[in-house]
């Protein structure tokens, strides 16, 4: 990542980037990780979304506390917990910027490789169609999520063809506009670079940093995601098969 510094933003610039973060019960990590993300990304125009995905515990107030004390953050709530990919998408649709990056709110993906991602994302010739992924290539979680991650990626990689070895990395970067065109249903997160393939875009991995847990415990579990994972990948197998894309002429 470049250490040169950003030119501060002009004020009141519209948004360039919108960082959508989608929590549940993560009150201890709100106010860190939003002082994270604004420092990371202080010469980028950007707006911060959070969604909280029907928090029981004091989520919801240590966001309208930090929201308080941080202009750019915009602040959405789920009456209930409807699942972490109905929350990107809660914030996705509501963001202003064209680009989006989205974050675990956990803090373990680090907001310190978003200029990076950004920077890589404005030199393609072909951003407008581009997915970026983060790839946590040192993953600091229990050995039990290092194998089922490992497991599962492989598999979706052997039957999706999508050649992404990380899908389950929170830390993503793509326009807001190619998202909205693919279908959205429970856990589609984790198919984002297939979903994307199959409208004709393409992914790139990039290298993130991943740091350990320090404050909180996870909210969507691993068995939870091993109980769903078969049902999902057949249907995005049933997609890519259901869709051709179309090549216009000039």
Same mark, same amino acid.
């Given at each position: 990542?470049?250490?040169?510094?950003?030119?501060?933003?002009?004020?009141?610039?519209?948004?360039?980037?919108?960082?959508?973060?989608?929590?549940?019960?993560?009150?201890?990590?709100?106010?860190?990780?939003?002082?994270?993300?604004?420092?990371?990304?202080?010469?980028?125009?950007?707006?911060?979304?959070?969604?909280?995905?029907?928090?029981?515990?004091?989520?919801?107030?240590?966001?309208?506390?930090?929201?308080?004390?941080?202009? +750019? &953050? @915009? !602040?959405?709530?789920?009456?209930? $917990?409807?699942?972490?990919?109905?929350?990107?998408? #809660?914030?996705?649709?509501?963001?202003?910027?064209?680009?989006?990056?989205?974050?675990?709110?956990?803090?373990?993906?680090?907001?310190?490789?978003?200029?990076?991602?950004?920077?890589?994302?404005?030199?393609?010739?072909?951003?407008?169609?581009?997915?970026?992924?983060?790839?946590?290539?040192?993953?600091?979680?229990?050995?039990?999520?290092?194998?089922?991650?490992?497991?599962?990626?492989?598999?979706?990689?052997?039957?999706?063809?999508?050649?992404?070895?990380?899908?389950?990395?929170?830390?993503?970067?793509?326009?807001?506009?190619?998202?909205?065109?693919?279908?959205?249903?429970?856990?589609?997160?984790?198919?984002?670079?297939?979903? +994307? &393939? @199959? !409208?004709?875009?393409?992914?790139? $991995?990039?290298?993130?940093?991943?740091?350990?847990? #320090?404050?909180?415990?996870?909210?969507?579990?691993?068995?939870?995601?091993?109980?769903?994972?078969?049902?999902?990948?057949?249907?995005?197998?049933?997609?890519?098969?259901?869709?051709?894309?179309?090549?216009?002429?000039?």
């Amino acid at each position: 990542m470049s250490d040169a510094p950003h030119p501060p933003p002009a004020p009141d610039a519209p948004p360039l980037l919108a960082v959508v973060v989608p929590v549940r019960n993560e009150a201890e990590n709100i106010g860190p990780l939003v002082a994270e993300i604004s420092a990371a990304l202080r010469g980028i125009p950007h707006e911060i979304i959070y969604v909280d995905d029907g928090s029981t515990d004091a989520t919801h107030a240590a966001l309208l506390q930090t929201a308080a004390a941080t202009p +750019v &953050l @915009r !602040v959405l709530r789920h009456a209930a $917990s409807c699942g972490q990919s109905a929350a990107i998408v #809660t914030g996705v649709r509501a963001a202003r910027a064209a680009w989006i990056a989205t974050l675990d709110g956990d803090g373990q993906n680090d907001p310190a490789d978003i200029p990076a991602l950004w920077a890589f994302a404005q030199e393609a010739p072909d951003a407008a169609r581009m997915l970026v992924a983060g790839w946590r290539v040192h993953r600091k979680d229990t050995s039990v999520k290092r194998l089922s991650s490992r497991f599962a990626n492989g598999l979706r990689a052997r039957l999706l063809g999508d050649a992404t070895p990380d899908t389950g990395c929170g830390l993503k970067l793509f326009p807001r506009a190619l998202f909205l065109e693919l279908p959205p249903f429970d856990h589609m997160h984790r198919y984002l670079p297939a979903l +994307v &393939l @199959r !409208v004709g875009g393409r992914v790139v $991995s990039r290298p993130v940093n991943h740091r350990p847990r #320090t404050r909180g415990v996870s909210n969507y579990g691993t068995l939870d995601r091993a109980l769903v994972g078969i049902t999902d990948l057949l249907g995005v197998m049933w997609l890519q098969r259901r869709w051709k894309r179309p090549q216009i002429l000039p």
